[in-house]
């Protein structure tokens, strides 16, 4: 193990907070850490081998270290983030948007503040809100600023001299600051304002802002400014009233993580609710693979989603973080004021955040259809469970049809990465002289041997998981064909009709999945794959043989022109009764004269 060379460096390292840096072999950086005693924590990893595959895989490849010495531990949080960001680390957790959703940013660094569509969020003292869903949203809550506050769109240097307003002005979609007569720095700074209250989702200050400019402008007689006043109010209060509703006001101010991991990486879904309504949903990726524990990933979430916007009194979490009372020092430093991270337990606050988890595990899975990592997510479960070395990448199945021991054939198929590959798919007929009847046992004990005899005369590929379309039985006779071969190290496992359990060769009870589990639908696919596939070659065989008949024992008879009497005479019965004349007429006089010596040889 590389990390065992670090030893003797780990040992002399300080009882003090700060952050460590693995490197690999090319002087990368590989994973950052933080840490209360970075002696304590780094001498952990010595004997963390096979606690998670992401630290087993760390552990392979650290051959570096360096640390960071820090006055407290929210330092070391803080620069920890700030590193991460900017190295990217492979192991550390990373999220990112699950689809790209657009902000919108209220470019409050400017004298006169425009209103862009953002596609990230940057720490440049701008005011954004979002992410608009669907992206189409954006553009027009933007044009709604415009129309309803007159903020401008222009990307000109407003000084204040221009001599006239352009075609925005006349069609009231600015109010033109441009123009010092036509609108002052305080009256656009006052558009401003409310521009961010609606981006706030502030709609009651907003209304009664909008209610007093409005009246402010009737008593001093601007009658048309303060008829456009009264529409902008309007219309903040048709917006208040069509908001969608989660929860009361009661729950005032806070956000609601959610977290699902799969196989597959995780999600974490963000519920952000000001006022007792949730004006924002969000939903985070972690990185694939190796994505670390709920709690790892619950704390690298929530520094992330802060690091660019501010924190409300409290966050809600669906399970603890790894270092809660640190995340709320640091988010409360940041907030200048208190913050408070905490895992709801019951109540209308535990039902948020259940709410949440629900979302997460819906976007999990969308996620795995859009990227195609389902395959990845069934494989993935299917090797914990059934306990095996490694991904089973390549599978091979095998079924047997037949009709009480009549022309029994086997189909053997092959799925790849999750994908069927048909070009690798083979067929057998069984031979009857070595089973009896209908035993399927006998008969999936030959085509077995059969394929891996084969396999071993050729080199491979092996698959690295055997499936039997029967139960115990089936699976019995699959590994005593193996045994014979000295194959028995191959994993083999039968799925069973009906109940759907899988069977192992060293369990005495079956494997029960759920019934919407990935990886249960993707062995039910292939073992379905394999029985049609069985089932065509088996009325293809059935066919071949009704189709033959006694004109094939004829001396020159063969396909075409047993087809070409057949269609002539009608059937069998009308070949015997024709005469020589008719014969020669269809097959020629040779054939026609071996037609009658065969029959009246009977």
């Known amino acids: 193990m590389p990390v065992q060379n670090l030893k003797a460096q780990i040992a002399n390292l300080p009882e003090q907070p700060g952050v460590y840096l693995f490197a690999n072999d090319a002087g990368e950086t590989i994973y950052i850490g933080k840490a209360r005693s970075l002696r304590d924590r780094v001498r952990s990893y010595l004997g963390a081998r096979g606690t998670h595959p992401k630290t087993d895989a760390l552990l392979d490849e650290a051959a570096g270290l360096d640390v960071i010495i820090t006055d407290s531990v929210v330092e070391a949080l803080a620069l920890e983030n700030h590193l991460v960001k900017e190295r990217a680390p492979r192991y550390n957790v990373r999220l990112r948007d699950d689809k790209n959703y657009p902000y919108l940013q209220l470019t409050t660094n ?16 701008t005011f954004y809100a979002g992410p608009f869903m669907p992206a189409s949203l954006a553009r027009r809550t933007m044009g709604l600023t415009h129309r309803l506050f007159g903020i401008r769109s222009c990307n000109e240097v407003i000084t204040g001299i221009r001599d006239r307003p352009c075609l925005e002005y006349d069609i009231k979609r600015c109010i033109a600051p441009c123009v010092a007569t036509v609108c002052s720095k305080e009256r656009y700074d006052e558009a401003v304002e409310r521009t961010q209250l609606f981006f706030e989702g502030k709609n009651e200050e907003l209304i009664e802002r909008l209610t007093e400019s409005m009246r402010a402008a009737a008593e001093a007689e601007r009658f048309e400014e303060a008829a456009h006043l009264r529409d902008a109010s309007r219309t903040v209060q048709t ?10 006001a009661r729950l005032g101010d806070r956000d609601a993580f959610g977290l699902h991991i799969g196989p597959a990486g995780a999600v974490i879904h963000v519920f952000v609710m000001r006022e007792g309504k949730v004006l924002e949903r969000i939903a985070l990726a972690a990185n694939e693979g190796l994505s670390g524990s709920a709690a790892e990933i619950l704390q690298a979430s929530v520094e992330q989603f802060y690091e660019s916007r501010p924190a409300p009194a409290e966050v809600h979490l ?19 004021r208190t913050v408070q991270v905490v895992v709801p337990k019951r109540g209308e606050k535990r039902g948020l955040v259940d709410l949440a988890v629900r979302n997460a595990r819906v976007a999990y899975q969308a996620r795995l259809i859009d990227t195609g990592l389902s395959n990845y997510d069934a494989l993935e479960t299917l090797r914990t469970t059934l306990q095996l070395t490694a991904i089973p990448r ?86 005593d064909a193996l045994r014979e071969l000295g194959l028995a190290n191959l994993v083999a496992v039968g799925i069973a009709k009906k109940e759907e359990l899988i069977y192992l060769r060293d369990r005495d009870d079956p494997v029960a999945f759920g019934a919407d589990d990935p990886a249960l639908q993707l062995v039910q696919r292939i073992r379905d794959e394999a029985h049609r596939f069985a089932v065509t070659f088996h009325r293809t065989a059935r066919k071949m043989r009704d189709l033959r008949s006694e004109l094939d024992s004829v001396p020159g008879i063969g396909p075409r022109r047993r087809r070409a009497l057949l269609i002539a005479f009608g059937s069998l019965a009308g070949v015997r009764r024709a005469s020589r004349e008719d014969l020669m007429a269809v097959v020629g006089a040779k054939t026609a004269d071996a037609v009658l010596g065969y029959f009246t040889g009977k």
């Open 110 to 125: 400017e004298p006169f503040p425009r209103v862009l569509v953002a596609r990230r969020v940057e720490r440049d003292g």
């Open 239 to 248: 917006l208040r009233d069509r908001q969608q509703k989660i929860a009361t």
């Open 318 to 336: 669906s399970s603890p973080a790894e270092d809660a009372d640190l995340l709320e020092a640091w988010l409360s430093e940041r907030a200048d």
């Open 394 to 479: 390549r599978i091979e199945c095998f079924d047997i049809s037949t009709i009480q021991g009549s022309e029994t054939v086997a189909s053997m198929v092959v799925c790849e990465d999750g994908k069927m590959r048909k070009g690798d798919y083979r067929k057998y007929r069984i031979s009857a002289a070595n089973h009896a009847g209908s035993d399927d046992f006998a008969a999936m004990r030959e085509v077995v041997h059969r394929r891996y005899r084969k396999l071993l005369e050729q080199g491979g590929p092996f698959p690295d998981l055997v499936l039997i379309d029967g139960g115990k039985g089936q699976l019995t006779a699959a590994y």
